[in-house]
């Protein structure tokens, strides 16, 4: 089928990265042994016939589990579709108790929650721990790599990074070292934008504009298009626009839903060709429990992920484009790109930033690991054109153009998970 052309400019991230939390699971999981489980497993293709056949004999597996959102919500619907299919799958034996509202672990702590046993399975977002994942947070540096569209951009930004995270040493090990065993990294919720309350695409307008920003790299990026970096929580963003303490927010579409402040910030920036740094999420299992879980559930979690994907890409990140859009047309605006000396500038420090990355001392060689960014952000994009996705509207006509379904993303999950999800399988 196909999809879009011309790489359009607006919003998203979302759920878990939205507030930005996420899924944290916690609880008692069948006793087994060893890094790859105990008893037998399927081969990769099994059916839900197979798998139900195949738990069988196995006890009751419960797990805890939280959502970032309220049930049913937007925010958390790809996770539960998710459980749900891994409920379905194990035939029940397999269970997840569900918190809403990250009520066992707020965002920054559940890496520590994984950690100490309160969770059993959490999104850890490097952005609020650098100096604990430092080589994570470099990937992060290197999301400037990805395209910044609505449908092509999605794609291509979801696949890249973590095929490099599961490729760099430096990266699973600082999970293994803290007692986690990560199972998909670097997943993003779409694209980081320049929420502003008023028209700010030329030199004159960003100049001295106060921006409420959330990682290091995008610190850099707004100083140096003459912007003034600050940090705002994203409770407090629709205050803090609407009463001119700052003039923009670098955020995802969803958090603008979510923190209802895109009525107050209505001008919107995304520019195709000179990308903002985005935030990612990295799904891990505290390792004892990993390894406590016999092969059957290792395999049936692992090989469900399909569904995460999916699940984050149209249950989450195109249904909250398309209200954020609707928000911003609601209010008055638009989303914009930006002016040619500006988009200059901004492509001038993201290659500042790469250049950096490639110096990295986390590294035992950062500029193979630059490069490898490079190549792979290369290769996901040939392979999304190949796959035939392309973009046939840009953001501002996202809303109108897109209904659930219109996009068949299942020739992408398939390719996703044969080139990254299936080298990593458990066997």
């Not at 095929?163 to 990294?185: C, Q, R, S, W, Y």
């Not at 309350?197 to 850099?220: D, L």
């Not at 000179?274 to 090989?303: C, K, S, Y």
């Not at 190949?386 to 992408?412: H, R, V």
Request: net charge negative.
């Amino acid at each position: 089928m196909r999809m879009f052309e011309d790489k359009p400019k607006a919003l998203l991230r979302f759920g878990a990265l939205a507030t930005v939390g996420a899924i944290a699971l916690t609880g008692c999981a069948e006793s087994g042994g060893g890094n790859s489980g105990s008893g037998e497993g399927l081969s990769y293709g099994a059916s839900k016939e197979e798998y139900q056949a195949a738990f069988a004999d196995i006890d009751q597996i419960t797990l805890h589990t939280q959502s970032p959102g309220a049930a049913g919500s937007t925010a958390g619907a790809f996770l539960e579709n998710y459980l749900k299919s891994v409920e379905e799958w194990s035939d029940g034996k397999i269970k997840f108790d569900i918190a809403y509202s990250d009520a066992i672990a707020k965002a920054a702590q559940i890496d520590d929650a994984v950690r100490d046993g309160r969770l059993d399975i959490g999104q850890v977002v490097a952005i609020y721990e650098p100096k604990e994942f430092p080589a994570t947070a470099a990937l992060l540096e290197t999301s400037v790599l990805s395209d910044q569209s609505v449908v092509t951009g999605t794609l291509q930004s979801n696949a890249w990074a973590p095929e490099l995270a599961f490729n760099t040493p430096e990266i699973v090990a600082e999970f293994e070292d803290k007692g986690m065993k990560l199972m998909f990294p670097s997943y993003n919720a779409g694209v980081n934008a320049l929420f502003c309350t008023k028209e700010r695409i030329t030199p004159s307008e960003i100049n001295g504009a106060n921006i409420s920003v959330g990682n290091t790299a995008g610190t850099q990026q707004v100083k140096s298009i003459g912007g003034n970096a600050t940090s705002v929580a994203y409770t407090e963003l629709y205050e803090a626009l609407q009463r001119g303490v700052i003039d923009c927010s670098m955020s995802s579409p969803a958090v603008g839903i979510l923190g209802g402040f895109i009525e107050a910030a209505h001008q919107v920036v995304i520019d195709p060709d000179a990308g903002l740094a985005v935030p990612t999420g990295n799904m891990v299992i505290n390792q004892g429990v990993w390894d406590g879980l016999p092969l059957v559930a290792q395999q049936l979690l692992w090989d469900r992920m399909e569904t995460f994907i999916s699940g984050s890409i149209e249950d989450k990140i195109w249904p909250i484009t398309v209200e954020a859009v609707q928000a911003v047309r609601a209010a008055g605006g638009s989303v914009q790109a930006f002016d040619p000396a500006l988009r200059a500038k901004l492509q001038e420090t993201n290659a500042g930033i790469l250049a950096d990355v490639s110096k990295n001392s986390t590294f035992e060689d950062g500029a193979q690991f630059a490069a490898n960014a490079k190549e792979l952000a290369d290769k996901w994009s040939k392979i999304v054109t190949e796959l035939g996705y392309t973009n046939e509207t840009d953001y501002n006509g996202f809303a109108d153009w897109y209904a659930p379904g219109k996009i068949d993303i299942g020739p992408f999950v398939d390719k996703f998970y044969e080139e990254v999800l299936l080298p990593n399988r458990p066997s």
